[in-house]
């Protein structure tokens, strides 16, 4: 059953995301000739600079809106179908409401993945365009090769941590992206369990208050645990600090995995026990 949830999520989801996304596409070769414009060594028509510059703030504005339309098509699936007079029908279907939440975050994960696979093609286009003539080029490569990232990396020796490196960056971006999406699911569910009527108004006003407190102790912790660790890792012998950063970002990766269980564990709970219909 969690196949045709998926399918019928997908399907409402990307059907207008596609769209969005081929457009920021299409737009991003708009902001490769801007930037071309911008670095020209010729001395260009000044109107030609006006439309660069005006069409490059279309271009960036159009990125922006990209992503809040992702996020906005997501969340408002999660809404119409779970808290509007879709939810009459939603929840008389014979499935486990655990799999039509697991349905809702798969679909908010993967979407919300694409939307940031699509971005970095966009900047890559943007950048590409212009400066094509120096990335193709081998000896831009073999410079960036020797002169940065052998210079900091040691693969003989410790090659090995640039693999763990880029798998826990990828692990927590998951995780972090599917934090993001149960915490706007929790603030979507306690509107709509504490509010009669504004449910979407009460939900944004409950997401920013949640948003800046939890904010607030990231930063806390920013600001005097990653001194700490800093200060920590100063004295740790050189020839350790690559494992030791790799356990560092292990712990991130567990601690962030415990905050996912208990977000979810309250949404289930929240759909399970306290939502009211009626």
């Known amino acids: ?15 207008y995301w596609w769209i969005a996304a081929l457009s920021s596409v299409v737009l991003s070769f708009g902001g490769g000739w801007c930037i ?29 809106a990209f992503a809040i339309l992702t996020t906005i098509l997501i969340f408002s699936r999660f809404y119409k179908n779970f808290f509007t007079d879709e939810g009459y029908l939603t929840f008389t279907l014979p499935v486990k409401r655990s799999q039509l939440l697991n349905s809702k975050l798969i679909v908010s994960t993967v979407t919300s993945t694409l939307t940031g696979f699509v971005v970095i093609v966009d900047i890559i286009i943007m950048f590409l365009i ?25 693969f003989k020796e410790y090659g090995i941590y640039i693999i763990i490196y880029l798998l826990e960056a990828l692990v927590l971006l998951i995780l972090f992206t599917i934090f993001t999406s149960l915490f706007m699911f929790s603030c979507i569910t306690v509107a709509s369990i504490i509010a009669k009527k504004a449910k979407v108004i009460t939900a944004i006003g409950i997401y920013y208050v949640a948003n800046s407190i939890f904010s607030f102790v990231v930063q806390m912790f920013w600001l005097f645990g990653m001194v700490s660790i800093d200060s920590w890792l100063m004295n740790v012998p050189e020839e350790n600090t690559f494992g030791v950063v790799a356990l560092i970002v292990f ?7 415990i905050f996912c269980a208990v977000l979810y564990s309250i949404q289930y709970w929240m759909l399970d026990r306290k939502l009211n219909l009626s």
């Open 251 to 257: 712990g991130l990766i567990l601690s962030m995995s």
């Open 36 to 64: 071309s414009i911008f670095t020209n060594e010729k001395d260009l028509p000044e109107a030609l600079y006006v439309v660069a510059t005006l069409l490059m703030i279309v271009v960036v504005l159009g990125l922006v």
């Open 130 to 154: 212009p400066y094509y003539k120096i990335i193709f080029e081998k000896e831009f490569w073999r410079v960036i090769a020797n002169e940065y990232i052998l210079e900091i990396f040691n």
């Open 1 to 15: 059953m969690l196949k045709k949830l998926l399918r019928y999520d997908f399907k409402a989801v990307l059907k």
